[in-house]
């Protein structure tokens, strides 16, 4: 029966061609660092696709705003759309080697609350960062000189050097790949990974442009590029 429905709904859009406008939502970060490096594959194969990317940090309203595909990264709380799990992501300590080469490379988790850290004034649950503590967890409450609450803005003044900063994988997977970035204390991290999905409305007739593109971010991100 569901090889029956997706049948119907190809002949019903275009004979299973992908065509058409697909808006497509997520994060700024992801945006950035990992779909605009593939997109251009993704047009070669549907030509007749035209792509919108809307990258923002805040949650929107899918059916009011029009949007087809919302890339969301967290748990996800409306149950009342479909969603397919693209991967996970996991956030990482680093600094430039410039940083440590001046200020010195802290030793010990302790370490941290003595070092100029990157901090958000506007989410300060993020200045809390979880570690290991044989069974237990330990937070620590970091504090700096710079206050941003950004994180592309955030990896930014990391590469500068101006501090020590906790950003997602998929943000920083590169800068350290590239050694612009070193990780800190990684073992000892007591972050729990959070899943990443591929959201869109429940259909009976979904255009084949969203489950096209579905598909090829599964394809793309399995395994997780920015994994280290």
């Not at 149950?79 to 680093?94: H, N, P, Q, V, Y």
């Not at 988790?109 to 901090?119: A, F, G, K, S, T």
Request: charge should be neutral; include cysteine.
């Amino acid at each position: 029966m569901g090889e029956i429905a997706q049948l119907e709904s190809r002949l019903s859009d275009g004979r299973g061609t992908p065509h058409g406008l697909l808006r497509v939502t997520t994060s700024l970060a992801f945006t950035t660092h990992q779909l605009a490096p593939v997109i251009s594959e993704f047009l070669a194969r549907h030509p007749r696709i035209e792509l919108e990317l809307l990258p923002t940090d805040r949650v929107i309203d899918m059916i009011e705003e029009g949007v087809d595909i919302a890339i969301r990264i967290g748990r996800l709380a409306d149950t009342s759309f479909m969603a397919r799990k693209i991967g996970e992501d996991k956030r990482l300590i680093c600094a430039s080697p410039a940083y440590l080469a001046r200020y010195g490379t802290p030793r010990t988790p302790q370490d941290l609350v003595r070092h100029r850290c990157i901090v958000s004034r506007e989410r300060a649950y993020l200045n809390r960062w979880a570690f290991k503590a044989g069974s237990d967890v330990q937070e620590i409450e970091v504090t700096g000189p710079l206050a941003v609450s950004e994180g592309e803005a955030q990896l930014q003044m990391a590469l500068q050097g101006v501090g020590i900063v906790r950003l997602t994988r998929l943000t920083v997977a590169q800068a350290v790949r590239e050694g612009k970035l070193l990780s800190l204390f990684e073992a000892q991290s007591a972050d729990s990974g959070v899943p990443i999905h591929a959201v869109y409305p429940h259909r009976r007739h979904l255009p084949s442009k969203v489950p096209a593109f579905v598909d090829f971010l599964i394809e793309k991100f399995t395994p997780p590029p920015w994994e280290i």
